[in-house]
């Protein structure tokens, strides 16, 4: 089991940026495949983005393609999504996953950790 606290969440204005922070506790992250989900009000939960053990591999949604980037620090047991040119529809809670295989069939199995999310508000 690994513990995911997000962080960086917050209110902005459509074109703004932000920077999401998922600091994992229990096991080191280096062990698992990262990535960010996130949920909007009244709508399923949605994969954004996946980056794999050492980094050489990443995968995005269609939407945030080309606007969100993903990175890792094993080191410091840290993810992060850079969200640029932040749109209302990216309005959401955003959750960070651990997953022990890589790939969007794997992501929401039992096996998966999660974080408890944070809210991310982009106003028009």
């Known amino acids: 089991q690994v513990q995911l606290v997000e962080s960086g969440g917050g209110l902005v204005q459509a074109g703004a940026s932000l920077r999401l922070s998922c600091a994992a506790s229990?096991?080191?992250?280096?062990?698992?495949?990262m990535g960010w989900f996130r949920q909007a009000p009244g709508k399923e939960r949605e994969f954004v983005s996946a980056?794999?053990?050492?980094?050489?591999?990443?995968d995005y949604a269609d939407s945030v393609k080309g606007r969100f980037t993903i990175s890792r620090n094993n080191a410091k047991n840290t993810v992060f999504l850079e969200m640029n040119s932040l749109k209302p529809e990216d309005t959401a809670v955003y959750y960070c996953f651990a997953s022990l295989w890589y790939g969007r069939q794997y992501y929401q199995g039992e096996r998966t950790n999660w974080g408890q999310g944070t809210q991310v508000t982009v106003s028009s």
């Open positions: 229990g096991r080191t992250v280096s062990n698992y495949v």
């Open positions: 980056i794999t053990r050492n980094a050489d591999s990443t």
